[in-house]
């Protein structure tokens, strides 16, 4: 088996320990079981527990960025622009993530826990605030490109507006977690639609 299929493998079973046991629960001892793989397969492939951490973060911290991305350019394809063309790309980009949150909420589980454990261990601390910046910076390029293509204009810079658009997602990720409601996280996404909307100043065109 190829070196980056035994890690692709070993990554997903760390994310299932995680999310099920936690990351204290997350030996490289149950990792090996819940991947099928012996210890010096492990570390073969990864050089100790917290690089296999790291490459959780990043990979964790990636396919979230892609569902955010995905959704931004589905909902930027309408070609509809204006006030209504920045409202459906706004709404349909959260909706995306709500979409990817439910087809794997045991990814987020096991990312909120990885935060929580980098915060709180030496050595791992800058993870966490990695992870945030990437957030920031992602949602901001994102807010950009999204008004360009609508023809709108933001009342302030989007590296402003960022932190609100995560300060929700993280809200619809830990309601969803914590009750399985779709709808709660909705209306979530819709009062942060509306909180986004009051920031757009003008067309371009105008």
């Given amino acids: ?3 980056e299929r035994r890690r692709e493998l070993l990554l997903d079973a760390a994310f299932r320990v995680i999310a099920r046991d936690g990351v204290d629960g997350a030996t490289t001892r149950a990792i090996c079981a819940e991947a099928g793989m012996t210890l010096s397969t492990f570390h ?34 309408d070609g509809i622009g204006g006030f209504d063309g920045i409202r459906i790309m706004l709404r349909e980009s959260l909706f995306g993530y709500i979409d990817g949150l439910i087809e794997d909420p045991d990814r987020e589980q096991a990312m909120i826990s990885l935060n929580q454990y980098a ?10 605030a990695d992870m945030y910046r990437r957030y920031y910076e992602a949602i901001a390029y994102g807010l950009d490109v999204g008004a360009e293509q609508a023809g709108v ?29 779709r709808a709660v996280c909705e209306r979530v996404a819709e009062a942060t639609v509306t909180l986004l909307l009051g920031h757009v100043t003008r067309t371009r065109s105008s």
């Fill in 1 to 3: 088996m190829p070196v």
């Fill in 44 to 77: 073969y492939v990864f050089s100790s527990r917290d690089d296999l951490l790291a490459a959780l973060v990043e990979r964790g911290t990636d396919t979230e960025l892609a569902v955010i991305a995905d959704a931004l350019t589905a909902a930027s394809a």
């Fill in 119 to 128: 915060r709180q261990t030496a050595g791992l601390a800058g993870l966490g």
């Fill in 153 to 181: 204009e933001w009342d302030r810079p989007t590296d402003e507006l960022a932190p609100l658009v995560v300060a929700a997602t993280d809200g619809i990720t830990l309601a969803y977690l914590n009750t399985r409601d």
